[in-house]
């Protein structure tokens, strides 16, 4: 039982393009929703965050939007760098739980000089 | 800052040996976590402690043991290893679990453990 799906494994952009990395979720337990970056050989790092009360959250080059009625919330990455190529995270959570965060897949993002 | 600090980086195992994966972190947080990630899939929670002396399962707890003696340290013991460990293992710590402002995980780089 997935309760986090990010559908696209991978993700091919051109260098100033955007990039838009989805995420959908069935938990409505969920209330806030962070993105996560990983290179080769290190761990994930934290990237974006967006709280429940809010629909979108920016932070220089990345965005995020939130739809909650359909469970679904996506990354902006705009514009594109090549250092952008990596593996996206989507890592939701619930206030309170000890538990921390439900991980997705993951997207493997290249972006294409 | 030395962050999450995991070792060791690298390590082959036969079946049934045992090992400890140990790590440290220097931020005094009290949150402290062991993820495993297989290959084209997500981290799973294996084990958590929300401060010293005390630890709680996970998604996927079999064939894994815990102990936090120390706010420091969190090492993860696997007793008979078997070939579904195989896996990158990645411990985490976070300042507390009250808000999403504070539930940022910091992660060590990872031990990538084979199990032959």
């Known amino acids: 039982d997935q309760q986090v799906k990010q559908n696209s494994p991978s993700l091919s952009v051109q260098e100033g393009r955007i990039s838009i990395l989805n995420c959908d979720y069935t938990?409505?337990?969920?209330?806030?929703f962070l993105w996560y970056k990983k290179y080769p050989a290190e761990g994930p790092t934290f990237l974006i965050s967006i709280s429940s009360i809010k629909d979108k959250n920016e932070d220089g080059r990345f965005t995020v939007f939130l739809n909650k009625s359909a469970k679904h919330l996506s990354l902006h990455i705009v514009p594109s760098q090549p250092g952008d190529s990596a593996v996206y995270f989507c890592a939701p959570g619930s206030s309170g739980s000890a538990r921390q965060l439900t991980f997705g897949s993951g997207t493997q993002l290249t972006v294409l000089p | 800052n030395a962050g999450v600090t995991q070792t060791p980086k690298f390590r082959i195992l036969k079946i049934g040996q045992s090992m400890t994966l140990q790590c440290a972190q220097d931020m005094n947080h009290n949150y402290m976590y062991w993820y495993r990630q297989d290959p084209g899939m997500g981290l799973k929670l294996i084990y958590y402690s929300v401060g010293a002396g005390i630890t709680d399962k996970g998604e996927v707890p079999n064939g894994y043991n815990v102990s936090r003696s120390t706010t420091e340290d969190f090492p993860l013991r696997l007793e008979l290893a078997a070939p579904s460990q195989t896996s990158v293992y990645f411990c985490?710590?976070?300042?507390?679990?009250?808000?999403?402002?504070?539930?940022?995980?910091?992660f060590g780089s990872g031990t990538q453990l084979s199990v032959l």
């Open positions: 985490a710590s976070s300042y507390s679990a009250g808000g999403y402002q504070n539930e940022k995980l910091f």
């Open positions: 938990n409505s337990m969920f209330d806030y």
